[in-house]
């Protein structure tokens, strides 16, 4: 028997792998080979967050230490000699231990393998800025010298002349000579690196540019040939409102999704102007009203005790929560912390960043997924390297390389963009809590309109609630009335706009004003319907109804994009009586064309999106005054500021009162605030028309009154009583496949195991979904309720030995919609 000293010992690291190259498994075992057997020069310690070069089949790839242990070699349960060594370091592309612990933290909360989180943090574009060096060592190894074969002559020659060899994307090392310098490496007689080129990608265009201090100027071009140069007029409308602060060439691209020839036609006409790197902040910093200052000081006392709290901002549209932000972030800078500024959409953030550029200048970093890689890859590593400590982006900007966090703040946190819609499906609001737990650091989310979630917990005294019950400059919130439709049908008056609406527009069409009519609802009609047999057009790969597009006569599934020519006749009775029933954005174009004669009418939905540069045509037509009603969907509820609008009409509430979700209410009341948010912008006072069939609707009543606590508390006792967040935590485990009886079986069977696992808990289900078809997969799904504060892992170990060969498990933790 063997003595345990003769037992081998062996130092190994577990190295997991970006996912979405190397699958979701893709969590490997290397062994760290001593520094008397390490070919290429001394070792450095391994470490978690390091980066290598590592050996996976035939290949190399990128991999990111997450531990390093000692383990006996019949540990491994295979021969150690099968053990690959670990590979390259690559030198400036570690990750933060905090960074590392996010990546745990995401597979703990969304019950995913940590390489599918791993690739969430992971730099992008990071391996065509590799550079690999092989050198000389600066003393041979000892012990008898094998010959060499004759390429490796000319290699090592050739490295005494020259000193180093270089492979990059550019310039790169012939397949043959990488293999000679490999053996090499092996034999000891050449070092290898691997390092993270910084330089950037050059662009055609660079420099920092601001907009046109001179308003008129901008104005005149917006309302004049702007019309005929819509990115250019829509790149303008971006940057409105942010003339003193300067953007980089590719964030003006992003912000406005156009190319470098239209930030040169910009500069050319004078309405964009460069700007100095070192520009320093040229306004005077307002001065905050009392209710402002208190949430300030309470946000810097936490910052400067460091610690985590977290804060609610609650203030209505238009009260300062922005510079709360900012000062709070300036106090962060001064006690020398890094700051998380995160926002629902990046499209909508010229002013954000412009504000953060005239406060912090080029401290900050923006971080998104509209960038280049070689763009995103830059700020990456201003960010790791401390050189932009401020960080701004939407939910993936959570994943930034922070080392030294002193605060995060979260705008319109009540927005479900902070939700991943795919795996690792992520609660943004967890992970910032996590992170700042991990820091001990504050969190400030901010809303006009907040989660019912987050309201709760502040009501409770989880967060703080920080009140600013003032908008700022005095400015007025508009009007708002209720129409009510059924009354509208019982005196037999039925209209797409009621006589009320229509007078309100009619009104600001003779003050020379614009207006805005909202529905969330595309197409001409949301399906056809044969009269004599009530045969229903459906689409064949989904359980919906086809969407009748009058423009080009084609039915349409607005969920997998399955399209049709429109009938003349029923398929079934072949009557010809078909006819579109419901409303939609086309048919109330139609509508409003035939009611407003004269009146310029323009349609912003996805289906004229669709069209390359369509978005920018329509938006600049309607900045220009070339257009006097939008018709549009979400589309226009939310981002670009017309000051000239002052009617805005909802033609039908009731789309997302009738959703079957139990956060429907919240959404309308959401949307409905979002929406009346579009009128009166400018000098002139605003009216917001809402059209609905339920006018005795909280959500309807609320937005009328803006008030969102009367609205807060009859939703919540609605939540109490059904046994909704915030009172449960949800987890939804949804079942896919291609065969209906086999989605049927396998959710069966994953009912029955978590309720044997989870006692204590309500699991709901199965049941078909509310689109129990799509894309050719049938779909079930299981509703888990547990308490509030549950570890969802419970769910996953009861799940764990469930076997699908024919169809798909897919578990979604804090589940945003469950359709």
């Known amino acids: 028997m063997c003595h345990p000293q003769c037992i081998e010992r062996l130092l190994v690291a577990d190295v997991g792998?970006?996912?979405?190259?190397?699958?979701?498994?893709?969590?490997?075992?290397?062994?760290?080979?001593?520094?008397?057997?390490?070919?290429?020069?001394?070792?450095?310690?391994?470490?978690?967050?390091?980066?290598?070069?590592?050996?996976?089949?035939?290949?190399?790839?990128?991999?990111?230490?997450?531990?390093?242990?000692?383990?006996?070699?019949?540990?491994?349960?295979?021969?150690?000699?099968?053990?690959?060594?670990?590979?390259?370091?690559?030198?400036?592309?570690?990750?933060?231990?905090?960074?590392?612990?996010?990546?745990h933290e995401v597979a703990r909360q969304t019950l995913t393998p940590v390489p599918v989180s791993l690739s969430l943090a992971v730099p992008p574009g990071v391996k065509d800025r590799l550079v690999t060096k092989w050198t000389l060592p600066r003393s041979r190894p000892g012990g008898a010298e094998e010959p060499l074969s004759t390429p490796q002559q000319e290699v090592v020659r050739t490295l005494h002349e020259v000193g180093e060899i270089a492979d990059t994307k550019s310039k790169p090392v012939p397949d043959g000579a990488k293999r000679t310098l490999r053996s090499l490496v092996r034999k000891r007689l050449v070092n290898e690196s691997v390092a993270f080129a910084q330089a950037q990608e050059?662009?055609?265009?660079?420099?920092?540019?601001?907009?046109?201090?001179?308003?008129?100027?901008?104005?005149?071009?917006?309302?004049?040939?702007?019309?005929?140069?819509?990115?250019?007029?829509?790149?303008?409308?971006?940057?409105?409102?942010?003339?003193?602060?300067?953007?980089?060439?590719?964030?003006?691209k992003s912000l406005g999704g156009v190319t470098d020839q239209t930030i040169k036609a910009l500069v050319q006409a004078g309405l964009l102007e460069e700007a100095e790197a070192s520009q320093t902040p040229s306004l005077p910093l307002p001065v905050p009203n009392p209710a402002q200052q208190a949430a300030i000081d309470e946000v810097s006392a936490s910052i400067a005790s460091a610690k985590h709290v977290e804060y609610l901002l609650f203030g209505v549209t238009g009260s300062g929560k922005t510079e709360v932000y900012l000062r709070c972030a300036a106090e962060a800078l001064r006690a020398g912390k890094q700051v998380l500024y995160l926002v629902p959409e990046i499209a909508l953030t010229a002013q954000v960043i412009a504000q953060l550029r005239e406060r912090f200048g080029n401290l900050v970093a923006v971080m998104h997924s509209n960038m280049t890689p070689s763009e995103r890859l830059a700020n990456w590593h201003k960010v790791?390297?401390?050189?932009?400590?401020?960080?701004?982006?939407?939910?993936?900007?959570?994943?930034?390389?922070?080392?030294?966090?002193?605060?995060?703040?979260?705008?319109?946190?009540?927005?479900?963009?902070?939700?991943?819609?795919?795996?690792?499906?992520?609660?943004?609001?967890?992970?910032?809590?996590f992170l700042a737990g991990r820091f001990e650091c504050p969190v400030l989310l901010g809303s006009a309109t907040p989660s019912i979630e987050a309201f709760h917990a502040a009501s409770e005294g989880k967060l703080k609630?920080?009140?600013l019950p003032q908008?700022?400059?005095?400015?007025?919130?508009?009007?708002?009335?209720?129409?009510?439709?059924?009354?509208?049908?019982?005196?037999?008056?039925?209209?797409?706009?009621?006589?009320?609406?229509?007078?309100?527009?009619?009104s600001a069409l003779e003050r020379g004003e614009q207006a805005i009519l909202f529905l969330n609802r595309r197409a001409?009609?949301?399906?056809?319907?044969?009269?004599?047999?009530?045969?229903?057009?459906?689409?064949?790969?989904?359980?919906?109804?086809?969407?009748?597009?009058?423009?080009?006569?084609?039915?349409?599934?607005?969920?997998?994009?399955?399209?049709?020519?429109?009938?003349?006749?029923?398929?079934?009775?072949?009557?010809?009586?078909?006819?579109?029933?419901?409303?939609?954005?086309?048919?109330?174009?139609?509508?409003?064309?035939?009611?407003?004669?004269?009146?310029?009418?323009?349609?912003?939905?996805?289906?004229?999106?669709?069209?390359?540069?369509?978005?920018?045509?329509?938006?600049?037509?309607?900045?220009?005054?070339s257009a006097d009603i939008l018709v549009g969907t979400q589309m226009v509820a939310k981002g670009l500021d017309f000051p000239n609008v002052t009617v805005v009409g909802v033609v039908a509430a009731d789309v997302s009162l009738n959703v079957p979700d139990f956060r429907s209410g919240e959404r309308t009341f959401q949307l409905l605030s979002q929406v009346a948010g579009r009128a009166g912008r400018g000098a002139s006072p605003g009216v917001v028309v809402i059209q609905t069939m339920n006018p005795e609707n909280e959500a309807v009543i609320s937005a009328q009154a803006h008030d969102y606590e009367t609205f807060y508390q009859s939703e919540l006792e609605q939540r109490r009583e059904a046994g909704y967040p915030p009172f449960t935590r949800l987890v939804n485990v949804l079942?896919?496949?291609?065969?209906?009886?086999?989605?049927?079986?396998?959710?069966?069977?994953?009912?029955?195991?978590?309720?044997?696992?989870?006692?204590?808990?309500?699991?709901?289900?199965p049941a078909d979904c509310p689109i129990e078809r799509l894309q050719n997969l049938w779909r079930r799904h299981v509703l888990i309720k547990l308490k509030p504060d549950a570890d969802p892992a419970p769910v996953q170990s009861a799940l764990a030995d469930l076997r699908a060969p024919k169809a798909r498990v897919v578990v979604d933790v804090d589940p945003v919609s469950l359709m």
Not at 64 to 85: H, Q
Not at 394 to 407: D, I, K, T, Y
Not at 418 to 424: L, V
Not at 595 to 607: C, I, Q, S, T, Y
């Open 17 to 103: 792998l970006d996912s979405r190259s190397a699958g979701a498994q893709a969590l490997y075992t290397y062994k760290v080979p001593q520094e008397e057997d390490e070919p290429g020069g001394r070792w450095t310690r391994v470490q978690p967050g390091q980066a290598f070069l590592v050996p996976l089949g035939p290949r190399r790839a990128i991999g990111f230490v997450l531990s390093v242990r000692e383990v006996d070699a019949g540990e491994l349960g295979f021969p150690s000699s099968l053990l690959k060594p670990l590979g390259v370091q690559v030198q400036g592309l570690e990750l933060p231990t905090a960074t590392l612990e996010l990546v």
């Open 202 to 252: 050059r662009h055609r265009l660079e420099g920092l540019f601001r907009l046109c201090p001179d308003q008129g100027k901008v104005e005149a071009f917006l309302t004049g040939v702007g019309r005929r140069r819509p990115a250019q007029a829509v790149t303008l409308m971006r940057l409105q409102g942010s003339e003193s602060a300067s953007f980089s060439v590719q964030e003006i």
């Open 384 to 433: 790791r390297t401390g050189e932009c400590p401020v960080v701004l982006g939407p939910r993936s900007a959570v994943f930034a390389p922070l080392a030294n966090l002193g605060l995060v703040i979260v705008d319109e946190e009540h927005e479900t963009s902070y939700k991943q819609e795919t795996s690792p499906r992520y609660q943004t609001k967890r992970l910032v809590s």
């Open 465 to 467: 609630l920080l009140r």
């Open 471 to 506: 908008r700022a400059a005095m400015a007025k919130l508009p009007a708002v009335e209720v129409v009510n439709l059924v009354e509208l049908y019982r005196e037999k008056r039925p209209s797409i706009l009621a006589p009320r609406l229509v007078d309100h527009v009619n």
């Open 524 to 625: 001409y009609s949301p399906f056809l319907l044969c009269r004599d047999c009530g045969h229903r057009f459906e689409c064949r790969h989904c359980a919906v109804s086809l969407a009748f597009h009058r423009r080009d006569l084609k039915l349409r599934c607005h969920q997998c994009g399955y399209q049709e020519a429109a009938p003349d006749r029923c398929p079934q009775c072949e009557s010809d009586r078909v006819s579109p029933f419901g409303t939609g954005t086309e048919k109330v174009e139609e509508a409003v064309q035939a009611m407003f004669e004269g009146a310029r009418v323009v349609r912003l939905d996805r289906d004229i999106a669709r069209r390359k540069g369509a978005l920018e045509e329509t938006l600049a037509a309607f900045r220009s005054r």
């Open 735 to 765: 079942v896919t496949g291609e065969n209906r009886h086999d989605v049927l079986g396998l959710s069966a069977v994953a009912a029955q195991k978590l309720r044997v696992a989870l006692v204590g808990a309500e699991v709901l289900g």
